[in-house]
């Protein structure tokens, strides 16, 4: 993943670790030191976050919520439990037009998946904000 697409390149995006491109968008400036965490936190953070049609966002955890907010094309958002490690064959959540929004509860695992073949844009805000401390691939 060098090479960027088009609109990766017009968002600024960067490749992210668990697939796809990415830019933080926004980091709020009221921080506060929640329960079960390191250290301060952000109340939020939002990100841009692309997936091209050939591209998947791989089983991750995250251990904040997590907002996903779609912008273009359709994305399939699979649960993987709150386990150990991801669980194949969870609850998975349609994003389309008609559903444009979906909440990734703390601590359970996730990935993503494009539906079709044109790319799929969201925006993702997590509260407490996202550190990659608090972000584990599987």
Do not use: K
């Amino acid at each position: 993943m060098t090479t960027r697409p088009p609109l990766a390149e017009r968002l600024d995006l960067q490749p992210h670790p668990e697939g796809g491109w990415f830019r933080e968008t926004f980091r709020s400036a009221v921080t506060f030191t929640p329960d079960g965490y390191a250290g301060p936190r952000a109340a939020a953070t939002g990100i841009y976050f692309l997936l091209m049609p050939d591209q998947f966002s791989a089983w991750h955890v995250v251990t904040s919520d997590e907002l996903w907010f779609l912008h273009q094309g359709s994305l399939e958002l699979r649960f993987g439990g709150a386990g150990a490690g991801p669980e194949e064959g969870g609850e998975t959540v349609l994003l389309t037009a008609d559903n444009p929004q979906a909440l990734v509860p703390a601590g359970v695992w996730q990935s993503a998946y494009p539906v079709g073949g044109e790319p799929v844009l969201v925006s993702c805000v997590v509260s407490p904000g996202f550190d990659f401390e608090d972000f584990r691939l599987a």
